[in-house]
């Protein structure tokens, strides 16, 4: 290589450097970024306290108990709009959402995984019919020795009355909560 071309790729190369690094100064960061990006959903327009504790059987794999599960229902909003994987999710006209907050306490040495709505029915208006949680984050993993925040979500109609929460294991026993909410 010719020396006279030295000082030249030297300058060269310098100046590369310089460029990135201005620009890292420049550019704002991806945290940054993703902070300005955050979303928010308008207050709830009721909520209830609940703090109703239930305590669940872990079994193994042979049906044998293990442990238990502490199965708590926080609170329960009505919301027109929520957060889903991220993203805001507004209610149609004329339809609301129940929210139902939760906390699950897992007190066993090793995490399970649990379907938290499989634990949560809906009765609206005195019907037989027992609805489901269409909004969930199932299956919810909570690690050993851990507690985890999560919530369960019912679309409803705004004229729906007499919310009755009935909360059990899918065969065994159920108790029931009126929401009043109105």
């Known amino acids: 290589m010719n020396d006279k071309f030295i000082p030249f790729l030297i300058v060269f190369f310098i100046a590369i450097i310089g460029f990135f690094v201005v ?5 704002p960061s991806s945290s940054t970024v993703a902070a300005d990006q955050s979303v928010s959903v308008e207050k709830p327009n009721a909520t209830m306290t609940i703090n109703k504790v239930m305590y669940f ?25 929520i957060i889903v994987k991220g993203q ?5 006209d ?29 009765i609206v208006n005195g019907s037989k019919e027992k609805l489901a949680p269409e909004i969930h984050n199932d299956p919810v993993e909570v690690q050993a020795i851990s507690t985890k925040y999560t919530r369960l979500g019912f679309p409803i109609n705004d004229k729906d009355q ?21």
């Open 57 to 81: 059987p872990l079994k193994d794999d042979q049906g044998n108990d293990v442990s238990k599960l502490k199965y708590e229902i926080l609170s329960a909003e009505l919301r027109k709009q």
């Open 23 to 27: 620009r890292g100064f420049l550019t």
């Open 94 to 122: 004329g339809r609301t959402f129940l929210i139902v907050n939760l906390k699950i306490n897992n007190e066993y040495e090793k995490p399970i995984q649990l379907r938290t709505r499989d634990y949560v029915r809906l």
């Open 162 to 182: 007499n919310l009755v929460l009935q909360i059990g294991e899918v065969g065994g026993k159920k108790e029931e909560i009126k929401l009043n909410l109105r």
């Open 88 to 92: 805001k999710a507004t209610a149609v």
